[in-house]
């Protein structure tokens, strides 16, 4: 499992190989399916309300007396049959938030992986640190990448001040994500994954849970 490697400019500098454990794993459906909803849920904020009918403000006086009117009998005009009065059934706050087990996310990511790399969307970028704070600087760089006309997600291991205020006015088209606070849901959204090559490792290690072997000369003091 490989994925070009391109520099800033656009030149193609060779292949990195994926960790098939990452990238080359067999895609469950079920569970991004699981995964997408989840997180779309996680992302309401249920803040919807409707009043019931003893909400609604007036509607204390019955509007007519009980008989020989000739009209239906009615006992407030706060009724939800009348216009202005209360609503039945309708939405109230709610909590939406689906908890998903580390377990769960971790593997979801890794289906999400693979799916992209089977799809040879996975392009890997040697750096990105930016000159300037210019959004120009930053879209002639997408430009130049075989990402173009899709919709990218970025991720990279830092954020640095002139890559944040580049890329503000360009998100809708490149989301930039920190390799830390990657989920599926993400590499889902976009067609395209563009990877900082400092970020593999890291993401690596998060989804493995490689532990680096302690320094024995620390150890030992």
């Not at 959004?135 to 990218?152: F, N, Q, R, S, Y």
């Amino acid at each position: 499992m490989k994925a070009p490697l391109y520099s800033k400019e656009g030149h193609k500098k060779g292949e990195v190989v994926l960790n098939p454990e990452i990238y080359g794993t067999r895609v469950n459906q079920r569970l991004l399916h699981l995964v997408r909803t989840a997180y779309a849920a996680n992302l309401r904020s249920g803040t919807a309300n409707t009043k019931i009918r003893k909400e609604v403000q007036g509607g204390g006086k019955k509007p007519w007396r009980q008989k020989g009117t000739g009209r239906a009998r009615a006992g407030s005009i706060r009724s939800p049959i009348w216009k202005g009065g209360g609503v039945v059934f309708g939405p109230h706050p709610r909590d939406y938030t689906v908890h998903m087990g580390k377990t769960m996310r971790s593997k979801a990511i890794v289906s999400a992986l693979s799916l992209r790399a089977g799809e040879k969307s996975i392009v890997v970028i040697e750096d990105l640190a930016l000159e300037t704070p210019k959004t120009k600087e930053w879209v002639e760089i997408m430009k130049a990448l075989p990402v173009k006309d899709k919709k990218v997600l970025c991720v990279v291991r830092a954020i640095g001040t002139n890559l944040k205020r580049a890329s503000r006015n360009y998100k809708k088209v490149v989301e930039l994500k920190l390799v830390n606070e990657l989920n599926a849901y993400h590499i889902l959204q976009r067609e395209k994954l563009l990877i900082e090559q400092e970020a593999l490792p890291i993401l690596e290690t998060r989804l493995l849970g490689a532990v680096k072997p302690a320094d024995p000369e620390s150890a030992s003091s």
